[in-house]
């Protein structure tokens, strides 16, 4: 609104200006005409129109012009057609027509260019319906169809790892199904959007809008149940428990749902480190023991390599490959060495409870230490893969160096000084 002022202050007294930004802050209508030789009445302010009476200073014509921006939105765009409305009826009364012009129509009703330009989107939009046809009808079959092809091909890779034929195909067949896969989403997307315009309305009542939860996650979670029990607005203390200030808040409805749980020990490892989010996950991961090994990967019956890659002397639980390996307990160790830390690596158990008390205190040292325990967890795991399906491998001072360097880059200088 300020800049506006400034703006038509730089036209000069030769010119005269308006807008809307009495109705709306944004305006987004201007109208601008030179003084000598138009003179503009405005009749009508609206947020989306302005219909003003135009008189022509050297001939003497007298004319209505009504100049339109539409907003983005149905919703938003139904004051608009209310306006126009009324508009309209004064021009059907008054007998009069549209305004000629010398620029090409885009309307149907239009003559002359109109219809040329008319016949050519018709003409697009029947080889849109072909394409569509053609392209994107029964993607659920085409997904189907990818998905045997890509499970086909990775139980051959089972049996012959290293064929390059393959593994080439793995990848064009991963990127088939992921390309089906969204264009699935984005059709869903575009029929859920069309079905809101539609059946869309605001719940007020609370045992609707329970319901609404209800069929919700019970189509989710695939339940035949018809209540739920964590949504009973009683067990909630009613709506005053979610709301703040008058205003619903989707963390506390979250809190509600998700109930009281007893906290784990290690949680300071995860929410009090600056590491990198990508370990951070990893390391959840491995303190939840849900990192997928050679152990996890037998209880569901999958023929894989159960040795460490490390040192082929023992099977690859999570105990023996982050602290009980020679290869990881080497690197660990020079990380130690680094910090200043006088001790050897122990097992898996102990140097958790090392990091924990560490992530329970506030020196730069162990804050230092915490995102060093991420990122090496993050490295041995990367490494190992790289190890068993890309063939690369990193040496333990490489391996080191890796770990140094990308706690460096997620560190103050006070902080980074300790790993010079």
């Known amino acids: 609104m300020a800049k506006s002022s400034k703006m038509a202050a730089r036209q000069g007294k030769s010119w005269k200006w308006i807008n809307n930004y009495n109705c709306n802050n944004r305006g987004r209508l201007w109208l601008v005409w030179k003084v000598h030789d138009v003179d503009v009445d405005v009749l009508v302010t609206h947020e989306q129109f302005i219909h003003v009476k135009v008189h022509i200073i050297h001939n003497g014509n007298v004319f209505l012009v009504t100049f339109v921006y539409g907003l983005h939105s149905v919703r938003a765009r139904r004051p608009l ?74 139980q051959s890779l089972a049996h012959e790892p290293d064929l390059l034929e393959l593994q080439k195909k793995e990848k064009i067949c991963t990127l088939n199904l992921k390309k089906w896969l969204l264009i699935e989403e984005s059709a869903l997307r575009q029929k859920l959007g069309f079905n809101g315009l539609i059946l869309g309305q605001k719940l007020e009542d609370i045992k609707d809008i329970r319901e609404e939860f209800v069929k919700f996650y019970s189509s989710l979670l695939g339940s035949s149940s018809t209540k739920l029990e964590s949504m009973d607005l009683p067990t909630l203390s009613g709506w ?53 090994t050679v152990e996890i990967l037998r209880k569901w019956h999958v023929q894989c390599d159960m040795l460490c890659v490390f040192c082929q002397s023992a099977d690859k639980t999570i105990e023996h490959l ?39 205190r506030k020196s730069d040292k162990a804050k230092v230490y915490c995102k060093l325990f991420a990122e090496y967890i993050y490295a041995i795991w990367l490494q190992t893969n790289n190890r068993r399906f890309a063939r690369n491998q990193l040496d333990e001072i490489m391996l080191f160096r890796q770990i140094l360097f990308r706690v460096a880059c997620r560190c103050f200088n006070v902080q980074r000084q300790l790993l010079l």
Not at 138 to 143: E, R
Not at 145 to 154: F, G, P, R, V, Y
Not at 242 to 252: A, D, E, P, R, T
Not at 265 to 279: D, E, F, G, L, T
């Open 81 to 154: 057609w209310q306006g126009l409305k009324h508009l309209a009826k004064c021009i059907e009364v008054r007998g009069l027509n549209q305004l000629k012009s010398v620029r090409p129509y885009y309307s149907r009703s239009n003559k002359g260019i109109g219809d040329v330009i008319w016949e050519k989107l018709k003409l697009v939009k029947k080889a849109v319906k072909q394409l569509h046809s053609q392209e994107f009808t029964s993607i659920n079959s085409k997904i189907d169809k990818a998905s045997d092809e890509l499970t086909s091909i990775q």
């Open 240 to 292: 005053n428990s979610v709301i703040y200030h008058g205003k619903f808040l989707i963390s506390m409805a979250y809190k509600k749902l998700m109930g009281m749980h007893p906290k784990v020990y290690w949680r300071r490892i995860v929410c009090n480190n600056k590491a990198s989010p990508r370990s951070l996950f990893v390391v959840w991961l491995m303190l939840s023991k849900k990192l997928v």
């Open 322 to 360: 982050f602290f009980g390996c020679q290869f990881t307990q080497d690197v660990w160790q020079r990380v130690l060495n680094k910090l200043g830390y006088k001790r050897n690596v122990t097992n898996h158990n102990n140097e958790i409870d090392y990091a924990v008390r560490s992530s329970r």
